[in-house]
């Protein structure tokens, strides 16, 4: 048998490394070094300023206000999406009439693209005229401004996210449930186990293969949701929606600060980063994969 | 090789679910270093200067977004995907939102104007191009209730039959916000800006501290064109003594009340409120307690510098000064008239107590939830065709006086456009902002024409004899001053946005809000003095 050259596996990655190169790694270097750079309405030559950037960030209220919506948006949308999609994936594995409607049902909000959704969103938080009004006045809980109001808003865009992604994880969880080996079950259900029991003790630890992989694509979704508050909130009341993405569009487009902006967006890209890795070395210690 | 090894299957089939994860991992953190990559690209872009882009050849829209430099062809077409994105999100939601607050007939719908090809007459200023006709680009916004883009193409269609040998294609681009980062995107993209369009008359030191306007004033030969202008309409539209706006989209708030309402209230329809304790004490005989009936909306979303500048000049106090790098903000009387506004919803409870958004304010009001709403002039022929009852239209209420900003959008004329076509876009702006237009424009969309002598059109003096509303607007513009406008514009506007949105939601008292809103705005500021 003819020996390759050691250099084939080189060519043969050649065309992915530099795809990752030029659309990754590039823009993250480059994003990194400008962020040493003022650059904005005043400053239009981009001028060497070290860490100011960072320090005017640190310094400045409206980003930390911006870091915690995104802590608490994340911290809600992820458990909550997740638990739920793995309650829907239990429920709609079964052998019922018409399971496909139910299943179509759950998963039709992924389908919508965002901007939609936040529209009929938008509506049915309208005050005065808004469906979700005439639901808690019906209620007595009065006629809220969901979108008006600072301690609202962000649960209110929380409860829309986890309706709008729900569905597309519970299509993993539906697709891992139906991997798992029913002799299992089935001992456990001999040996007199009850539905919490099994699920608790078989089902999801079975699936902490697929929670693992949904976590993490849940915070990385969550954290690059944008299009919802450019239509329904523009970040506001008074910064009480503005999350980290959105604040960056702003901050590079609106305002062309760009140094502070591309600072900005270094801290988003390190937070993932930490985030990611956390999530795999802490759960990969558990986490089982079915063959 | 057939594997039969259950562990390394195991083994495999792990590690390519762990490298599966990874690289979705990747692509997610690609997708939200989208944002970053924009940033740099941009800033890659920014000192490359286009001018293979500038040439004759008449490029259509959709061509002026997809030309690039070869200098900045890696870069360009990432930002332009990137951006097309975001922006094409936000024109996407304009009209399904604005549907959802108003009907809105057709405003999806572009028209495609059609053309003779064979014009003969060639307008003297626009010369023609190898004797092709001259094809220009048009991006202008809405913001206000009513089918405004129909109404806007409708007059360049009759532009276009015109034959001066110039053929304007019009592009409905989103809201002003939209509008102006389209154009900086694709300026600062390497592309070929619109050939005019029209932006906010505040947005001027924005767009030339960023070098990307010039002055109307070679093209301004004959003064009386100029001088027939209403003077509010030019205070933002000048600097340096150099016309950098032409008035097109011109606007002032006006205060609109229900007279049904105020007759069953027992009040004087025909007698508005005139001034800020006036309206309170009417708006508490008018405010239902059952909550099914707000005596005032003022609305708080989207542009409160904008609202709350008729009331801190009816206050006798407005908050910039005439170079765009000095603010009041922290002045007792801006302070004063700020802690009038949180009481309406607070103290008095007469309006919401949260925000109010700009966009259902006139459904509000049309639809009887409340008696009485601050609101552009732009709306006032949408309500009045919406509305089932007797509308009034007053002068803004004041605290001490009369006072009110104008607003709305100028024509601008961009530095990359080549001269030809600058020429060619003049004579388009002309027409538009013609006495005939601008008084075809009042009736249709309520807008304040902008020119004296449209007022002496027949049109609209018979518009006006039956709908005597339409002057109030017009009217009003003699106690109007200078509109909010600075440089970083943006920025400031929303620093102070978030101040004023902060005391009306109590999360901060007027004083402390607007003390932090002139710190933060000096802090933008001080980098222009």
């Known amino acids: 048998m003819r020996r390759h050259s050691p250099l084939l596996p080189w060519l043969l990655v050649l065309p992915t490394a530099m795809g990752v190169a030029l659309f ?7 994003t990194a070094y400008r962020s040493l750079f003022k650059q904005n309405q005043a400053v239009r030559i981009p001028r060497f300023v070290g860490l100011d950037n960072y320090a005017n960030l640190a310094g400045d209220d409206v980003f930390r206000e911006v870091l915690k919506n995104t802590a608490v948006f994340v911290a809600f949308t992820v458990p909550f999406s997740v638990i739920l999609a793995l309650l829907f994936a239990i429920f ?46 019906a ?153 | 090789m057939t594997d039969t090894n259950p562990t390394l299957s195991k083994g495999l089939s792990r590690r390519h679910f762990l490298a599966g994860s990874a690289g979705a991992a990747a692509a997610a953190l690609l997708a939200a270093c989208g944002g970053s990559e924009i940033a740099t690209t941009v800033a890659t872009v920014v000192p490359t200067t286009v001018t293979g ?13 997809a030309t690039v430099s070869s200098a900045a062809t890696s870069a360009a077409p990432s930002v332009n995907a990137a951006v097309t994105t975001v922006s094409g999100a936000a024109t996407t939601a304009a009209p399904t939102v604005a549907a959802a607050a108003t009907t809105l007939t057709g405003a999806a719908t572009v028209a495609a104007p059609t053309v003779n090809a064979a014009a003969s007459t060639v307008s003297s200023a ?28 409708g007059y360049v269609d009759d532009f276009n039959k015109k034959n001066t040998g110039i053929k304007v294609t019009p592009t409905y681009a989103g809201g002003y916000t939209d509008v102006y980062t389209k154009v900086q995107t694709t300026i600062d993209g390497g592309g070929t800006p619109p050939d005019t369009a029209v932006l906010l008359s505040t947005d001027l030191y924005a767009l030339k501290d960023a070098d990307y306007i010039v002055p109307f004033d070679e093209y301004l030969k004959d003064p009386a064109f100029i001088g027939d202008f209403y003077d509010a309409f030019m205070l933002n539209s000048k600097d340096s003594g150099k016309v950098y706006g032409i008035p097109f989209q011109r ?21 508005p409120p005139k001034t800020w304790a006036e309206m309170v004490d009417m708006s508490k005989k008018l405010t239902k307690p059952d909550g099914s009936r ?127 076509k600058q020429a060619a876009a003049f ?17 249709d969309s309520g807008y304040v024409a902008a020119r004296k002598s449209a007022w002496d059109q027949t049109a609209l003096k018979d518009y006006t004899a039956k709908n005597p509303q339409a002057l109030v607007a017009r009217d009003q513009l003699q106690f109007a001053q200078r509109e909010f406008s600075t440089h970083s514009g943006p920025q400031v506007q929303k620093v102070f946005g978030d101040e004023l949105q902060a005391a009306l939601t109590l999360k901060k008292t007027p004083q402390q809000a607007m003390d932090d809103a002139q710190k933060n705005a000096d802090n933008i500021l001080k980098q222009f003095r």
Do not use: C
């Open chain 1, 24 to 30: 990754t790694l590039y823009p993250m270097i480059a």
């Open chain 2, 251 to 271: 606007s002032t708030p006006v205060l609109y009340y229900n007279k049904d309402m105020f007759k069953e209230a027992g009040l004087n329809p025909d007698q």
């Open chain 1, 139 to 291: 209620l007595g809980l009065g006629r809220p401004n969901w979108l008006g109001t600072p301690n609202l808003v962000l649960p209110a865009l929380i409860v829309m996210a986890i309706w709008k992604q729900t569905g597309y994880f519970m299509l993993f969880y539906l697709a891992g449930l139906q991997n798992l080996p029913t002799e299992v079950f089935e001992a456990a259900a001999l040996d007199g186990a009850s539905w919490w029991v099994q699920l608790r003790s078989i089902t999801v630890p079975l699936l902490s293969g697929t929670t693992l992989f949904v976590t993490t694509i849940a915070a990385v979704n969550s954290i690059q949701m944008v299009d919802q508050i450019y239509v329904m909130t523009q970040g506001g009341p008074s910064n009480a929606s503005n999350l980290l993405l959105y604040h960056i569009y702003e901050t590079a487009f609106r305002f062309r600060n760009l140094g502070e902006a591309n600072a900005a967006t270094v801290i988003l890209v390190l937070f993932l980063l930490v985030f990611t890795v956390t999530n795999f070395v802490v759960s990969d210690r558990r986490a089982q994969y079915s063959a």
């Open chain 2, 53 to 65: 882009a500038a040439t004759q050849a008449a490029p259509t829209v959709a061509a002026a977004v």
């Open chain 2, 126 to 153: 626009a010369t023609r191009v190898g004797g092709a006709t001259i094809e220009l680009s048009f991006f202008y916004p809405t913001a206000a209730s009513g089918p405004i883009v129909p109404i806007i193409n």
């Open chain 1, 92 to 137: 709609l594995n079964r052998k019922l009439r018409g399971i496909g409607i139910y299943r179509s049902a759950f998963f039709y909000p992924t389908v919508l693209p965002m901007v939609s959704a936040a529209a009929i969103w938008l509506f049915l938080y309208t005050p005065n005229f808004g469906l979700v009004n005439d639901a808690t006045s």
């Open chain 2, 294 to 420: 707000w005596g005032v909306e003022i609305p708080s979303d989207g542009f409160p510098y904008w609202v709350f500048q008729g009331m801190a000049i009816g206050n006798g106090k407005n908050y910039v000064d005439d170079t765009g790098t000095k603010l009041f903000l922290n002045d007792p009387a801006v302070v004063q008239a700020l802690q009038s506004w949180v009481d309406i919803g607070q103290k008095d409870k007469v309006g919401p107590n949260s925000i109010v958004i700009w966009a259902t304010t006139p459904p509000d009001f049309t639809g009887g939830k409340t008696a009485m709403a601050w609101h552009t002039t732009g709306s006032l022929s949408n309500i009045l065709q919406t509305a089932k009852f007797n509308v009034g239209v007053g002068f803004l209420p004041g605290l001490k006086q009369n006072g009110a900003p104008t607003g709305g959008g100028n024509f601008y004329l961009f530095k990359k456009t080549p001269k030809e």
């Open chain 2, 427 to 443: 004579e388009f702006i002309k027409y538009m902002s013609s006495p005939e237009t601008q008084a075809r424009w009042t009736v």
